[in-house]
């Protein structure tokens, strides 16, 4: 394309330099720039304005299962998947107010995150939250709508294959995170009585794909709806002010599972069979979320999108001489949280950069190491 000085250059060049004299050449740019800007007038009138948008994030309390029976926890990790979606389906047929409704398993309840149009007005979100209300606590859902969230929530669940495809692949790294990650937590937590089954939730899903399920399902929605507390309670200041203004009863949260502790030798290292992850290891930590709510941010900001070299840098030993960036991806179980991933391109850097995290000698700002429980690295090779 051709600039300004490009053009006036092409234009008073050659024989016909003649026929366009200074004068006329810049009428014709003062022309031109004079429709341009009319044109991109014209435009920019044309587009609607951007709506603004307000939301609320608020969770609903369900009655928590008996978390030393893992087939109970399991029974509810995975009903409560099926509700969600449920509800969501549900809410987005018929007369709904002008919201979008995104619902979630926060194990042991749900989460809900209500979004308006900034025009509509609060009490636009006021209906929402009652039609969500209405449609968990009269509600009813039929076979075939609960047979449809089924086989959606095993789609969602479905388990990637560490055989068949190229889990190596450089545009593939938060996949592999997630992957890798999720076997991480089937090896340490191999006895846990609360994650064990809530990781096999995809197979718990297809085998209530049927009428007994549906049943089932029934029956476990009929208790929770008889509990006291089955209801919203706010995930911030700012929900709590709104739900007290709209009159609705608040609840609380259930109490959340205590996890048993994982499952480390003494390397600090672990192996996952994975051959199509081209030999990767990454980094695998908890931090303890109970002692801060913000721990799993607080890692991510510290060392993610970061280079070897400055974190390193950050150490009492030698540096890297490493450009390799970290990527870091959270993993969690159906709202259960505080697992964080991270890998590097460069291997033996990342391998390295373990090390020094688990003596504690680094040293980001961001970082409060009485928060982290554990570092783990994972190898596939």
Not at 303 to 322: H, M, R, V
């Amino acid at each position: 394309m051709l600039s300004c000085r490009d053009e006036q250059w092409f234009i008073g060049q050659g024989s016909s330099a003649g026929l366009f004299p200074k004068s006329r050449i810049r009428f014709l740019l003062f022309l031109l720039g004079l429709l341009c800007a009319l044109y991109c007038s014209h435009v920019s009138i044309a587009q609607p304005a951007r709506d603004y948008e307000i939301m609320i994030r608020v969770g609903f309390m369900l009655q928590a299962p008996n978390y030393a029976d893992p087939i109970e926890v399991g029974r509810h990790g995975t009903f409560a998947t099926v509700l969600a979606i449920l509800l969501e389906n549900a809410f987005a047929v018929g007369s709904a107010p002008a919201c979008t409704l995104s619902a979630g398993v926060d194990f042991p309840d749900l989460q809900l995150l209500v979004i308006a149009p900034a025009s509509a007005g609060t009490t636009v979100l006021k209906r929402c939250l009652e039609k969500i209300r209405d449609l968990l606590t009269q509600g009813s859902f039929d076979q075939r709508a609960f047979e449809s969230a089924v086989r959606e929530g095993a789609r969602l669940h479905r388990p990637f294959s560490l055989e068949v495809g190229n889990l190596a692949r450089p545009d593939g790294v938060y996949t592999r995170l997630w992957v890798l990650g999720q076997e991480s937590l089937k090896k340490l937590y191999r006895d846990d009585q609360v994650l064990r089954p809530l990781l096999g939730v995809h197979d718990l899903l297809v085998s209530v794909d049927n009428e007994h399920g549906y049943r089932s399902f029934l029956n476990w929605f009929a208790d929770q709806r008889r509990s006291d507390h089955f209801g919203f309670y706010p995930l911030s200041d700012r929900a709590a002010e709104q739900l007290r203004e709209w009159d609705f009863s608040v609840s609380q949260p259930s109490t959340r599972p205590g996890l048993g502790r994982p499952t480390i030798d003494s390397s600090g290292h672990l192996y996952v069979r994975a051959p199509n992850a081209g030999g990767r290891s990454v980094v695998f930590l908890r931090c303890d979320r109970t002692r801060d709510r913000a721990c799993d941010r607080n890692v991510i900001r510290a060392f993610c999108n970061k280079t070897l070299d400055q974190l390193l840098g950050t150490s009492s030993s030698e540096p890297a001489n490493s450009k390799s960036l970290l990527h870091c991806r959270p993993i969690q179980v159906l709202g259960i949280s505080g697992w964080i991933a991270i890998e590097a391109e460069d291997q033996d850097g990342l391998k390295r950069f373990c090390n020094e995290l688990s003596l504690r000698r680094l040293h980001p700002v961001e970082l409060d190491y009485s928060t982290i429980e554990y570092v783990v690295l994972v190898n596939t090779n």
